[in-house]
C-alpha cells in the first residue's frame, strides 16, 4: 500500500488502482488512512503519481472532497492521467518545482461484441464528461475547453499548470522524484520522462516494452500532431521507427506463440491471449501447458466458442504460477470473463 498517513500529511505514490501486483494505492488505502484522522482535520496529500485506473482516480478525488477539512495538494514528480483528477480536490494545488501535471482523456479495452463495444464507448464518454466537469470547477474554464485540454492530452510545467489553472501555486523546493511509471505509454509524453521510463525499465508487471510501444504508436497515429512534431518533441521520422518496431514485435510474437508445442490444440486459446493480453512468451506458453486440449483446436473454450470464463481465470493463474510469479488467488471478478479483460488490461484507465 502506498497511502501512508504522518502528522496531518498523506502520501499518494504509484500508481492509481488496485492492477495485480503493480505498487500504487487504491480508494480502500485512502478510505483506511482517512480513518485515523478526524474529518474536520487540515490535510495535506503529497501525490507523486502517474495514473491508473480512471474510475478510482473519481472514487479518490471525491473521498478528499467530501472532508469537512481543509486538503491541499502537493505535487511531487508528477500528477499524471487520474492522478491529475486527484489533484483536483485540493483546496489549494501547489506544484513542486520540476513536477508535471498531465490531462487527457480516459481510455478503455473492449472484449466482446458490437454492443459490448458500444457500452465502452459509452461509459467512456461518461467518465470524460465527469472528468471535464471536475477540471472545469478547479480552472474556471468551461467544460467544453476542459475536454478540449483532455483531447489534447496537455503535459503542464508548474507554471503552466498555474497559468492554466488547474494548480495555484508552485514552490522552489525541489521536486521528488519522479514516480515509476511507463510513460511511453501516453502519445505525447516529455521525451525526459520516456527516457526515464526507458532507462530505468519501467513498466507494468505484465506488459513487455513493445506493447508500451504499440499502444503509444497506435494513439499517435490517431491524433496527429499539428506541426511535423509531437507535443514531446519527437521527429516524425522516430515515430514511424517506433511503429514499425511495434509491428515487428507484434508479428514476432504472434509468430513464436502459435509455433509452440503447447499450442497444439489449444490455437484459439493462444490466438485469444495474444490478441486480449499483453502477457510475453513464456507466459502464454505457462497457460497453454496447464489449459486441456480440443480435438477442434478450441483449448478451453465452451460450446459456444468462447473462453469459458472459470477455466479461462484457473489457468491463467496456474501460468502465472509457473512462470514464476505469485499465485493470485481468483476474485469476484474472476466470475466474468469481460470483468477479468478489463481487470488485466486495465479497462478504462486513464
Same mark, same amino acid.
Given at each position: ?32 488512512? &482517512? ?59 501547489? +506544484?513542486?518545482?520540476?513536477?508535471? +501535471? ?35 470547477? =478547479? ?53 525526459? &520522462? ?30 496527429? *500532431? ?9 521527429? *516524425? ?50 497457460? &497453454? ?47 466474468? &470473463? ?8 486495465? =479497462?478504462?484507465?486513464?
Amino acid at each position: 500500500m502506498a497511502a501512508i498517513l504522518a502528522d496531518g500529511v498523506l502520501r499518494l505514490s504509484g500508481y492509481v488502482g488496485d492492477y495485480y501486483y503493480s505498487d500504487g494505492f487504491t480508494s480502500s488505502d485512502v478510505v483506511v488512512a &482517512l480513518a485515523s484522522i478526524d474529518d474536520a482535520d487540515d490535510l495535506t496529500v503529497h501525490l507523486n503519481s502517474g495514473g491508473g485506473i480512471a474510475t478510482e482516480g473519481a472514487a479518490i478525488h471525491a473521498l478528499l472532497t467530501a472532508r469537512s477539512g481543509t486538503t491541499d495538494i502537493v505535487v511531487e514528480g508528477i500528477a499524471a492521467s487520474a492522478a491529475s483528477l486527484i489533484a483536483m480536490a485540493g483546496a489549494t494545488v501547489t +506544484m513542486s518545482a520540476g513536477a508535471v +501535471m498531465m490531462i487527457h482523456d480516459p481510455s478503455g479495452y473492449t472484449f466482446g461484441n458490437s454492443a459490448d463495444h458500444s457500452k465502452t464507448i459509452e461509459a467512456l464518454e461518461a467518465l470524460a464528461t465527469a472528468y471535464a466537469r471536475v477540471y472545469a470547477q =478547479k480552472s474556471g474554464k468551461s467544460a467544453e475547453e476542459c475536454r478540449q485540454v483532455m483531447r489534447d492530452e496537455r503535459w503542464l510545467t508548474p507554471q503552466q499548470a498555474v497559468e492554466e489553472g488547474f494548480a495555484d501555486a508552485t514552490t522552489e523546493t525541489k521536486a521528488e522524484p519522479v514516480a515509476a511509471f511507463d510513460y511511453r505509454l501516453y502519445a505525447h509524453a516529455p521525451k525526459r &520522462l520516456t527516457a526515464l521510463a526507458a532507462k530505468k525499465n519501467w513498466r507494468r508487471e505484465d506488459a513487455d516494452e513493445s506493447a508500451a510501444t504499440a499502444v503509444a504508436s497506435n494513439r499517435q497515429t490517431m491524433e496527429k *500532431p499539428m506541426s511535423g512534431k509531437t507535443n514531446g518533441g519527437d521527429d *516524425p521520422a522516430d515515430v514511424e521507427k517506433l511503429i514499425m518496431d511495434a509491428v515487428a514485435a507484434d508479428r514476432a510474437r504472434r509468430g513464436t506463440v502459435m509455433a509452440l508445442p503447447e499450442t497444439e490444440g489449444r490455437a484459439k486459446l493462444a490466438e485469444h491471449l495474444i490478441d486480449t493480453t499483453t502477457m510475453d512468451v513464456n507466459a502464454i506458453k505457462a497457460i &497453454l501447458a496447464a489449459s486441456p486440449q480440443s480435438a477442434e483446436g478450441q483449448g478451453d473454450t465452451g460450446r459456444s466458442g468462447q473462453p469459458d470464463p472459470a477455466a479461462y481465470e484457473a489457468n491463467r493463474a496456474a501460468g502465472a504460477g509457473v512462470a514464476g510469479k505469485p499465485q493470485q488467488q481468483p476474485t469476484a471478478h474472476s466470475a466474468s &470473463l469481460v470483468a477479468n479483460m478489463r481487470k488485466l488490461i486495465g =479497462k478504462d484507465a486513464a
